[in-house]
Nanobody, 121 residues
Framework: QVQLEESGGCLVHAGGSLRLSCAASGMIFSINDMGWYRQAPRKQRELVAIVRGGGSTKYADSVKGRFTVSRDNAENTVYLQMNSLKPEDTAVYYC???????????????WGKGTLVTVSS
């Protein structure tokens, strides 16, 4: 089992910056994929950014060039640096941990409870 705790969500003005953190505990390994999803009101949850165990990253087109995902394996923490925030970035942001394709645990995922980011215009 993996437990995830997000922090850093708050109200910010458009154009501002924010950094989200997610601390993982339990059976977490450097091979795990770690990342962020978000869910805006009346919309489906969507991928924001992930960083794989090997260090490669993947971003949603809507955040490329503005958001940066990173991880600290020693601290079992994943971060999301968000710059040039827009009102459409308003959502609950969820931390996610998964296993890479090829792992016997592939398909198993863990989720945090979410942290609210509100971007005012």
């Amino acid at each position: 089992q993996v437990q995830l705790e997000e922090s850093g969500g708050c109200l910010v003005h458009a154009g501002g910056s924010l950094r989200l953190s997610c601390a993982a505990s339990g059976m977490i390994f450097s091979i795990n994929d770690m990342g962020w999803y978000r869910q805006a009101p009346r919309k489906q949850r969507e991928l924001v950014a992930i960083v794989r165990g090997g260090g490669s990253t993947k971003y949603a087109d809507s955040v490329k060039g503005r958001f940066t995902v990173s991880r600290d394996n020693a601290e079992n923490t994943v971060y999301l640096q968000m710059n040039s925030l827009k009102p459409e970035d308003t959502a609950v942001y969820y931390c996610n941990v998964g296993y890479p394709e090829g792992s016997i645990y592939y398909g198993t995922e863990f989720w945090g409870k979410g942290t609210l980011v509100t971007v005012s215009s």
